[in-house]
């Protein structure tokens, strides 16, 4: 499977040398989803193909730093001279740390809300300054001369390309391609332009009182609007108007992306940047690169036992980390009603690892209806099967997911309320189905990691999964519509898998004989980012 396409299209330009790559997230540092993932693999693909890349992250206080700064910086912002230290990681990594922004909060993310405070209050000042000390540190650390491409990521960068093409002070950055590339266009970071306040910095205007003046006056400033909120900054949207090039993490989405949401449908699409983003299709200017898998990484030949699609017996390994899941679950989790150890292996199991959030499992809150009236929740239907289903994960939708198990709980539904790598691991190699009811989905690696050890997804048919899932080949994918229509054709296809699983064991093997060998490399998807840094090189002339 080469969904990349073909790599020997790409030309190196001579020109492309160095780029500097920016993100809030990048594994073993920093993660909370799949954009950790992205920056990791990404540049050290680059890297093994003879680049040049500097990662730059912010300085979170739980990521380690052992030796002295690289550089101290003097960051104008928010009307007063901030410092900034340069570090370089263990890891690899750059981060810029300060005390007054970072050391303040543990997470990664900061939701304001819980905090009394505005949308995105906190983190947009926290990367605003960031940014800016970024900006900084590409005019004055040498470590940072001739960066021939910024790629940023996301809308928490969005203010770094806006000082780079309209403040007047980012000279050296000005002179660089710029390519963005969007992971979730859920999340924009809209912020008043102007308001003050005496314990924070809410606005843009508060932020950059030295350059943002100069900024609004420029003949492009209109770019900093929300189309929506017309006193409103919106970063990803300069960001995305800004940039030479925009990608976005699977074609599929990119194409989704273009059109208006339709909430009656429950579709997700341009957020209401769509016009936006429409017209850079049209240009020609936004593309989608599928994201690749670190297949050294999640390899089930690595486990003990191993299994793999060209091992014999491999069914019998598998088997084995459920009956080894089972005994684990029953010592460590004694909250999780189980079934007897044999009811437990001549079920399927279902699993479901990620995020609680609207987007990714809101779907097994909605009523089933009838003809008559809605009907019981998806979550009630899955319980009446003969199945198990497992549910690791935590996030805004934990408290009614929760409540959902409570009402429906029997031996083999369990919800996990966590964040837990190691057990996810486990979940992976044991697993007969991986469920994806998402709404959207820009590209998903769960879906990935699950076809590699031979868990089989049920997925909806959008963005990312949509691409990398093949119907009755690899998994089991369902046409999403009114949330009524969403719900009833998630269970039908949960009801042929099992109907599958249950009367066709020939036929299931071989789908996770095709879904273990399914391959999504970052190699050919590094080729295509190659081909965006040359163009953008190409279009600063």
């Known amino acids: 499977m080469t969904p990349h396409g073909d790599a020997s299209r790409f030309a190196p330009s001579s020109r492309l040398r160095k780029v500097l790559l920016v993100a809030a997230e990048y594994r073993g540092l920093a993660k909370v989803g799949g954009l950790a993932d992205v920056a990791a693999d990404l540049s050290a693909t680059l890297v093994r193909k003879g ?53 303040r909060f543990d997470s990664v993310y900061v939701d304001s809300s819980q905090r009394g405070r505005g949308p995105f209050e906190d983190d947009a000042q926290r990367f605003a300054f960031f940014c800016r000390a970024l900006s900084v540190a590409c005019e004055s650390v040498p470590l940072f001369d001739g960066i021939d491409v910024l790629h940023c990521h996301d809308w928490h960068t969005g203010p770094l390309v806006a000082l780079a093409r309209l403040s007047g002070t980012s000279l050296k950055l000005a002179r660089s391609g710029i390519l963005l ?55 990803l949207r300069a960001a995305i108007r800004l940039s030479d090039r925009v990608n976005t993490v699977s074609p599929t989405y990119a194409r989704e992306i273009t059109r208006s949401d339709d909430p009656a449908r429950s579709f997700s699409g341009g957020r209401g940047l769509e016009s936006d983003l429409a017209t850079l299709s049209a240009a020609g200017y936004l593309s989608g690169i599928l994201n690749g898998l670190d297949y050294d990484a999640h390899d089930p030949l690595a486990l003990d036992p191993p299994f793999g699609p060209d091992l014999p017996a491999w069914q019998t390994a598998r088997r084995q980390h459920k009956a080894a899941l089972w005994h684990s679950l029953s010592i460590a989790e004694p909250g999780i009603p189980l079934p007897p150890l044999d009811q437990f292996l001549a079920r399927p199991l279902a699993v479901s690892v990620g995020r609680l959030a609207r987007q990714k499992v809101s779907l097994l809150l909605e009523p089933v209806s009838s003809a008559d009236a809605p009907g019981p929740t998806v979550l009630a239907e899955l319980a009446r099967r003969d199945i198990s289903f497992l549910l690791l994960g935590a996030g805004e939708l934990l408290s009614p ?35 994806m009811p998402s709404d959207f989905e820009p590209c998903g690696l769960s879906q990935l990691i699950s076809m590699r050890f031979g868990a089989l997804p049920v ?81 600063r002339g």
């Open 51 to 103: 680049l040049d890349v500097l990662v730059v992250l912010p300085g979170y206080p739980a990521i380690p730093v052992d030796s002295p700064p690289l550089a101290v910086l003097n960051v104008p912002f928010a009307g007063r001279v901030f410092q900034a230290a340069l570090h370089r990681t263990q890891a690899g990594p750059f981060v810029l740390r300060n005390d007054e922004f970072f050391s």
């Open 401 to 435: 997911i929760a409540r959902a198990f409570d009402d429906h709980s029997r031996p083999g539904l369990g919800l996990l309320p966590r964040f837990d790598s190691a057990l996810a691991a486990r979940l992976y190699a044991a697993a007969d189905l991986f469920v």
């Open 181 to 235: 590339t969007i992971h979730n266009l859920d999340y924009q970071g809209i912020r008043p332009i102007h308001g003050d306040a005496h314990d924070s910095y809410p606005s843009f205007l508060s932020w950059y009182p030295d350059v943002g003046p100069a900024m609004l006056a420029h003949p492009a400033a209109k770019v900093l609007y929300d189309p929506r909120y017309p006193h409103c900054y919106n970063p």
């Open 459 to 539: 997925a909806s048919a959008v963005g990312g999964l949509l691409d990398t899932v093949t119907p009755d080949r690899t998994g089991f994918l369902f046409r999403t519509g009114t949330r009524a229509e969403s719900a009833s054709a998630f269970l039908a296809a949960l009801d042929q898998a099992l109907a599958l699983w249950r009367t066709r064991p020939a036929d299931w093997k071989a789908m996770q004989v095709e879904a273990m060998r399914a391959r999504f490399s970052w190699d050919g998807a590094a080729d295509r980012y190659l081909e965006l840094y040359a163009q953008t090189v190409a279009s």
